[in-house]
């Protein structure tokens, strides 16, 4: 029995495998009855090993989605150079979704189902050294490195602004849109444009 991947860009496994327009089959053997299931969310080109075993080089934004045994699992991402390694247990289910992206690593759990647009919980997490600051809807709130502010948000278009902690230097200013569609992690550090992980949602920067 083999890992199973599916991507929305472009793959490219070190085993052998054949493709099926975007949908890779890899053929690493595992001995694990699939129970559980992990989405990898890569914004940046990363490197994936589960259990030390290699399952995909990524070169472009993609997402894996994997079928996978439930219970403890050992990552490694490769990106830049660097080995981030993280184990992590793979719920029975649910989805462990890990997302890989410019401002760090972070991990949480979703639903399998999708349902249609409604108020969805909003994920802010700070991933850098330094605490941030957010305006949302013209309300103030901080956020320190390594934790989580969950909101509940309507679909829609949300002013957003991204400050350091201090409130005296805007690394990002523009509309927040939820599309209400699936839960949203938005991973934020400092110096840099926030990364928003959700089906359909997204930032779009002002300029202002």
Not at 115 to 138: D, K, N, Y
């Amino acid at each position: 029995m083999g890992y199973r991947a599916r991507q929305t860009s472009f793959f490219a496994p070190w085993k052998r495998g054949t493709r099926y327009g975007n949908v890779m089959i890899l053929l690493l053997l595992s001995s694990i009855a699939f129970g559980g299931e992990l989405h990898i969310d890569a914004k940046v080109p990363v490197e994936v090993y589960i259990d030390s075993q290699p399952v995909a080089q990524l070169y472009y934004p993609a997402r894996l989605e994997i079928p996978r045994g439930a219970g403890p699992t050992q990552f490694t991402f490769m990106v830049n150079g660097a080995a981030r390694k993280l184990t992590l247990d793979v719920p029975e289910k649910e989805v462990l979704q890990i997302i890989v992206g410019r401002n760090g690593i972070t991990h949480s759990k979703m639903s399998h189902n999708e349902t249609p647009a409604q108020p969805r919980e909003v994920a802010f997490r700070a991933t850098g050294r330094e605490s941030v600051r957010i305006r949302l809807a013209g309300e103030l709130r901080m956020v320190n490195p390594g934790e989580e502010l969950i909101l509940e948000l309507a679909p829609g278009a949300h002013p957003f602004e991204l400050r350091n902690a201090r409130g005296t230097l805007i690394w990002a200013r523009g509309m927040l849109d939820i599309s209400g569609q699936s839960n949203v992690v938005v991973q934020m550090s400092e110096g840099r444009m926030p990364e928003v992980i959700g089906a359909g949602s997204r930032f779009q920067a002002s300029g202002q």
